[in-house]
Nanobody
Framework: QVQLVESGGGLVQAGDSLSLSCAASGLTFTSCNTAWFRQAPGKEREFVAAIGWSGGNGIYADSVKGRFTISRDNAKKMVTLQMNSLKPEDTAVYYC??????????????????WGQGTQVTVSS
């Protein structure tokens, strides 16, 4: 059974930093691209960042570029999202996702096969 379990969410103030983690099990992690998405109340789930199966540079939504960094540790089967200079508009439930097709790195949520349950991030002004 595939599981993606997010952790690290919480309540912070604007300008603070937060690190989210996603622990994967039940899948061939090194064959999967991985990503973070987020969903604010009343809004669609949106792409945040993605990283390929071998690691390296990720791709980012314009709204988080320069503030967020995605990374992964294949030995630990973990994906991390380091979030700096947080803004109130970053408030959302953050989801980890995995794509079994490790070719192209997608921004489209429909391309991802597995999802975590989400972790809440709230940024106060």
């Amino acid at each position: 059974q595939v599981q993606l379990v997010e952790s690290g969410g919480g309540l912070v103030q604007a300008g603070d930093s937060l690190s989210l983690s996603c622990a994967a099990s039940g899948l061939t992690f090194t064959s999967c691209n991985t990503a973070w998405f987020r969903q604010a109340p009343g809004k669609e789930r949106e792409f945040v960042a993605a990283i390929g199966w071998s690691g390296g540079n990720g791709i980012y939504a314009d709204s988080v570029k320069g503030r967020f960094t995605i990374s992964r540790d294949n030995a630990k089967k973990m994906v991390t999202l380091q979030m700096n200079s947080l803004k109130p508009e970053d408030t959302a439930v953050y989801y980890c996702a995995a794509d079994r097709n490790y070719g192209f790195l997608f921004r489209n949520k429909a391309q991802y096969d597995y999802w975590g349950q989400g972790t809440q991030v709230t940024v106060s002004s």
